[in-house]
């Protein structure tokens, strides 16, 4: 039998917190500010969000472009791309704290901040774990089999 991923558990477990976290703010900031004012600034966000993520993901597809064609690797255009995607989708998801990480993740001065946690997540999901000596960077992979050094004699 097949062993489902790891992530793939918290993409459900956040499927089923999430909704309940953005209720229960949404409901806690209504009753401090009133209903109609909780609405009002649910949707000032949103079209926030909209017009930010326009802009914002239209100066990153032309820096995609521009380095695609100068030839030089894309890997910062593509994980600002990928952030102000995601971003996106958060932004124009109701709620109050799905705003927050989609504004972390679209705002120019905070994306960098989500571009290297986002890098490091990948270097870790695509190196696995590596083990070597202190002070020695790289090294052998633990995931691989095991190698003996020695010398083929004829």
């Known amino acids: 039998m097949r062993r489902r ?10 499927l089923l917190i999430v909704p309940v976290v953005e209720i229960a703010a949404i409901i806690a ?3 401090v500010i009133g ?5 009002a600034l649910l949707v000032i966000e949103s079209l926030l969000g909209a017009w930010l993520v326009r802009r914002e993901g239209a100066k990153a597809w032309s ?3 521009e380095a695609l064609t100068t030839g030089r690797m894309p890997s910062r255009q593509l994980a600002d791309a990928a952030l102000v995607l995601i971003g996106g989708t958060l932004l124009l ?8 990480v989609g ?5 120019p001065f905070t994306r960098p901040l989500a571009r290297g946690v986002l890098q490091r997540a990948v270097e870790r999901r695509l190196l696995g774990p590596v083990s070597g000596k202190p002070g020695r960077p790289g090294g052998p992979s633990t995931s691989g ?4 050094q020695g010398e ?3």
Not at 93 to 100: I, M, Q, R, S
């Open 93 to 100: 998801t109701p709620g109050f704290l799905t705003d927050v």
């Open 29 to 31: 900031v209504g009753r």
């Open 35 to 39: 209903g109609w004012p909780t609405v």
């Open 5 to 14: 991923p790891r992530w793939l558990a918290w993409v459900f477990l956040a």
């Open 145 to 148: 089999p095991d190698v003996i």
């Open 63 to 65: 820096a995609l472009r």
């Open 103 to 107: 504004f972390f993740f679209v705002l």
């Open 152 to 154: 083929v004699v004829d």
